[in-house]
């Protein structure tokens, strides 16, 4: 374990290794400018590591029913949700309704309907 994640903190590689994203495209995703994925202080900053955090738990929820990592992250950014108003997974996170939107997979996953 490194010493950022007995932290608590979140480092970007295993994100970007797992989803074949670049530094620019992941901070894209979060919705935080590149330079937050550069330099280590912005890195740490809560929202940094909140947006990291909650796109990284819907990411794995979705991952096994979705195929894969690349089909996680392709639903994750593209896929209207439409109990959502055809929002997506992304701009539900962006917009600080990932708590919603982890309710709404829990559902699912207990047999609710889309």
Do not use: C, H
Not at 22 to 27: E, F, H, M, T, V
Not at 77 to 94: C, D, H, N, Q, Y
């Amino acid at each position: 374990m490194t010493a950022a994640k007995s932290q608590g903190t979140i480092g970007a590689d295993e994100t970007l290794m797992a989803y074949g994203l670049s530094k620019k495209q992941l901070a894209e995703t979060m919705g935080v400018a590149p330079e937050a994925l550069y330099r280590s202080g912005r890195l740490n900053a809560a929202r940094t590591q909140s947006r990291l955090r909650e796109m990284n738990e819907i990411l794995r929820r979705v991952t096994a029913w979705a195929g894969g990592p690349a089909q996680a992250m392709a639903w994750y950014r593209a896929e209207p949700i439409p109990a959502f108003a055809g929002r997506t997974a992304e701009s539900l996170v962006k917009s600080g309704q990932a708590g919603a939107l982890r309710d709404y997979l829990d559902s699912l996953a207990l047999g609710g309907f889309a």
